[in-house]
DNA sequence: TCCATTATTAACGTGAACGTCAACATCATA
DNA sequence: TATGATGTTGACGTTCACGTTAATAATGGA
């Protein structure tokens, strides 16, 4: 058996499982989107589908929020950290790094989130709008309708 | 007076009002989104404040549904000839040409309404996400103010 | 009437996020 | 083991939505 295990990918299926091309994978993994990939044996890159959902999270972060690969990188490399304190938890790597690297974290995602509130309501708002002119429309349409039907 | 009224604004102050720059503007009418605007005298352009709801508009569909300005275009100029289809309304342009103007401006408001919904719910699921992610930083936090207090 | 401010067109420049191509390596399977 | 599909790294190209600069003209208040 290969030393991957059974359910790993190569760059082209990942990249259709992600609905990207395998270039954007490279270009991520490139920006620091995506942390070094183990390559197997000696070039070929393979991809455990559980990093589908983090190419996905980068895409609705990048469309919903209009957020910069770059904004987006510094956003999850935040996120891996907290992520590894939990792993050395027991290594105790100072605890007020600890402390501000949580910090930093709810910082970040309670501006993330205050972003995504003024994005529901501006939607809402073009939700209203478009609702409206739709319902104009259809009465403008089915006069003419009358009209037609008179002739 | 001039003949303008008092309430016509220049390109400065309208970019201004508008929250872009002017460099915007006149590329907002390059594109066809700002149909030609009315030049004072010979060659000034003056704009009147009703025209910043209709690039605030733009903005919207371009931020919030990630339009191109070529698509955002196309559906201005269908609403704007929806608009002209009212003032022409006795002159009778067609029963049938009225009729066809129409249905593509609901097809285009329908699709546009669908867009919004799709958007709606994946900016629900990011709020989760995130807001279960900030309660776990947040109880991390405390953890870790609780073990400070231990020592 | 003078002159600082603002506007005009035309042209070239820019940054982000990839696309595309070339020249070569590697994989999988018949 | 041959070979077609897939992968690799550069490096240059492209599109969108403007930014910037230059050379010139119009505005409007002292």
């Given at each position: 058996?290969?030393?991957?295990t059974?359910?790993?990918?190569?760059?082209?299926?990942?990249?259709?499982?992600?609905?990207?091309?395998?270039?954007?994978?490279?270009?991520?993994?490139?920006?620091?989107?995506?942390?070094?990939?183990?390559?197997?044996?000696?070039?070929?890159?393979?991809?455990?589908?559980?990093?589908?959902?983090?190419?996905?999270?980068?895409?609705?972060?990048?469309?919903?929020?209009?957020w910069?690969?770059?904004?987006?990188?510094?956003?999850?490399?935040?996120?891996?950290?907290?992520?590894?304190?939990?792993?050395?938890?027991?290594?105790?790597?100072?605890?007020?790094?600890?402390?501000?690297?949580?910090?930093?974290?709810?910082q970040?995602?309670?501006?993330?989130?205050?972003?995504v509130?003024q994005?529901?309501?501006?939607?809402?708002?073009?939700?209203?709008?478009?609702?409206?002119?739709?319902?104009?429309?259809r009465?403008?349409?089915?006069?003419?309708?009358r009209?037609?039907?008179?002739?």
């Open positions: 058996m290969s030393p991957q059974a359910s790993t990918l190569r760059i082209g299926q990942f990249a259709v499982a992600c609905g990207v091309t395998p270039r954007t994978i490279r270009f991520y993994e490139q920006q620091g989107l995506l942390s070094a990939i183990p390559r197997q044996t000696h070039t070929m890159r393979r991809y455990s589908p559980d990093l589908i959902a983090r190419v996905e999270r980068i895409q609705h972060l990048q469309t919903l929020l209009d910069s690969l770059e904004d987006i990188r510094a956003a999850l490399v935040l996120e891996d950290q907290v992520a590894t304190l939990r792993t050395q938890y027991y290594q105790n790597p100072s605890v007020i790094h600890r402390q501000n690297l949580l910090d930093e974290a709810i970040l995602t309670t501006n993330q989130l205050t972003r509130y994005r529901m309501e501006s939607l809402q708002n073009l939700q209203r709008d478009l609702e409206d002119k739709l319902s104009r429309y009465a403008l349409r089915a006069e003419s309708d009209e037609d039907d008179a002739r």
